[in-house]
Each structure stands twice: as C-alpha cells, then as structure tokens.
C-alpha cells in the first residue's frame, strides 16, 4: 500500500464519515426535545425515546443502538462546548478578528446553528491576580 494509496482512502473515509455527521446534524436539530433544554418535551422521556429511535431509523447503521447514541451525542455535545467555549473566550479577550480562536471542529457551524442558543459559557475569573496581592 503506497503513501498516495492511503491518502485516498484516509480522505474518502473521512468524506464518508463527514457526510455522516452532517446528515446526524440535520436529524438532530429536527428532534428539538434533544437539545432544547427550554421546551417542556425536553424533559418528556417518552418523546426522548422516540426521536433516538427516529434518527437511528433514518441514519440506518446496523447495529447502532439508543444506547450507543446517546454516548455519541454525549460527546459531540462536550466536544461542541468545548470549542465553543474556547471561541467565546477569544472573543472577550480584545483579541484582533484575526487572532480570534478558530474552531477546529469541521461540523462546528453545522452544530452552532442551534446549539449555540442553548449552550451557556461561564463567565470565569482568574485568581492569579488575588495570589500575587496576598504573596506581597
């Protein structure tokens, strides 16, 4: 197998798998009672159950259960904030537009569009400055 050999697989894998998690994205975003923690059907189990079930129908991996999506949408949730966070911060900081934080995630804007209304980031302070005030 030559460089050039994997370089194309490596590249249609990620395609694949990319077209993937934008097609999840798209199903995601339809079942609100997900990811919006705002509406009264968000804490409705029931309704929960049946839009997993929806997306595991349609996404049609074999094998994938209600288990292992809540897992998979657990983590891109973590991994979301985490960028999201890192972006937001970069913001406040004064930062030039140029300097500011670019999210590595290639789905970040698909997931910003609707997550980002629901996703709070906390305001955090540094102690560093009260530790030097008290070493003097």
């Excluded at 097609?23 to 189990?45: A, G, P, S």
């Excluded at 991996?61 to 657990?74: E, M, P, R, V």
């Amino acid at each position: 197998v030559s460089f050039l050999d994997f370089s194309y697989l490596f590249r249609f894998v990620l395609g694949v798998f990319g077209w993937v998690l934008l097609k999840f994205f798209e199903l995601y975003r339809k079942h609100d009672c997900l990811w919006n923690h705002r509406l009264d059907k968000y804490k409705n189990r029931d309704a929960k159950e049946s839009a997993l079930g929806s997306i595991i129908k349609e996404m049609k991996i074999d094998g994938f259960t209600i288990a292992d999506l809540k897992n998979k949408i657990k983590i891109i949730r973590t991994m979301y904030k985490k960028e999201h966070s890192l972006f937001c911060k970069s913001k406040k900081s004064g930062m030039s537009t140029n300097e500011i934080y670019a999210p590595k995630l290639f789905w970040y804007k698909s997931a910003d569009l609707f997550l980002n209304n629901v996703t709070n980031t906390r305001d955090t302070s540094s102690n560093f400055v009260s530790i030097l005030f008290i070493l003097k």
